[in-house]
């Protein structure tokens, strides 16, 4: 079970030691879930910025996100993506936003 203590700088532990919220267990079962999804949109957005970067698309390579949704509608114009390509990027950029935005998170996979 996770705790919010084991991924806080020992600065910030300090600072929120007395608000009793550092060892409170984390309570998601699918929270392993949710960092694969989040950790693969991550990755898409920086894979598909490496490969259009490497075409010759200038404007990403200054683009300081990692939102995938510019990305891919990019790679898509200039086909380092075709249509069945861009709708995958575009399932893995869903899924990540649920996984970090939606509370009560239902299995994905």
Do not use: Y
């Amino acid at each position: 079970m996770e705790k919010l203590r084991t991924f806080l700088s020992r600065r910030h532990v300090v600072a929120l030691e007395r608000t009793g919220l550092l060892d409170r267990p984390v309570m998601d079962p699918l929270l392993e879930e949710r960092f694969q999804h989040i950790r693969l949109q991550i990755l898409s957005a920086l894979v598909l910025r490496q490969a259009l970067v490497e075409v010759g698309c200038e404007e990403v390579a200054q683009w300081n996100s990692i939102d995938l949704l510019p990305m891919i509608a990019r790679a898509a114009a200039i086909g380092v993506l075709d249509d069945k390509g861009a709708k995958i990027f575009r399932a893995l950029n869903q899924r990540g936003n649920i996984a970090k935005h939606e509370l009560v998170f239902q299995s994905l996979l």
